[in-house]
């Protein structure tokens, strides 16, 4: 009886046959369309920004359309690139998938510092974002010489970072060697503001206010002189 059940299967027409895998006549199964490929991916997306909302995005947005990239794939802020927070970047970082690239009009449009601008970059890498700036032509990210341009860029970024850092350490030990310590130089007692501070510390019917404004000095340094040579 087991060897039979092969002759059936050339009696079932298409129709019935591709009907048995239709989710509609089994709603319990799992199958469902497959993506097309490439769908929804390889995306340009931009990012805009200028420092005051006096300043004009229209070179930066025209810039930006005619490399490709659709009005609702735009972000912008218009805030100073030394802000911390910026919404438009923020809301672009988060739509961006893998496959898709990020573009923007000239590097200083992106990052708060050389430092920043390498460390979003790096970010956008490890998630599979491409990395394209329409002004500077040797960055993109996306083709082998690119990316080998902005290695050399962050490569020369990081030398000069510890270049600063052993400057300053060498200054340091230099100034040890002749007796000198780094930071803030110590304020004697004899310094005239130190007494004239403790003077008018003891007259109640001035102000700590007062005393600040009179001899130009922030609060926290008024606690300080009254504190030296006690």
């Known amino acids: 009886m087991g060897a039979r059940a092969p002759f059936l299967l050339p009696f079932l ?15 319990n199964n799992h199958y469902s369309r497959m993506p097309e490929e490439n769908e929804n991916t390889n995306r340009r997306i931009g990012y805009a920004r200028v420092s005051t909302a006096s ?5 930066q947005l025209d810039a930006l359309k005619l490399a490709g990239i659709p009005d609702n794939l735009i972000f912008i802020d218009k805030v100073s690139g030394a802000k911390t927070e910026r ?8 739509e961006l998938q893998a496959g898709d690239t990020l573009i923007i009009w000239r ?10 601008l390498i ?12 990395f394209r700036s329409i002004n500077d032509g040797g960055i ?22 510890r270049l600063i850092q052993e400057r300053t350490q060498a200054g340091l030990k230099a100034a040890r060697a002749r007796g000198k310590n780094g930071g803030r130089p110590k304020i004697p007692a004899s310094d005239p503001r130190v007494q004239m501070a403790k003077k008018m510390s003891k007259n109640l019917s001035i102000s700590v206010g007062e005393i600040c404004s009179t001899l130009k000095i922030s609060r926290a340094s008024y606690y300080r002189f009254l504190k030296i040579g006690v």
């Open 107 to 116: 590097l200083d449009r992106l990052g708060r510092s050389l430092k920043h």
């Open 55 to 59: 300043q004009e995005l229209n070179l």
């Open 140 to 161: 993109d990210t996306t083709t082998a010489s690119g990316e080998m341009v902005f290695n050399i860029f962050a490569t020369l970024a990081q030398f000069e970072r």
């Open 119 to 130: 460390e979003i970059v790096e970010e956008l890498k490890g998630r599979g974002v491409g």
């Open 13 to 27: 027409s298409y129709k019935s046959v591709s009907s048995i895998y239709t989710p509609d006549t089994h709603k």
């Open 87 to 94: 919404p438009g970047l923020t809301a672009c970082m988060n």
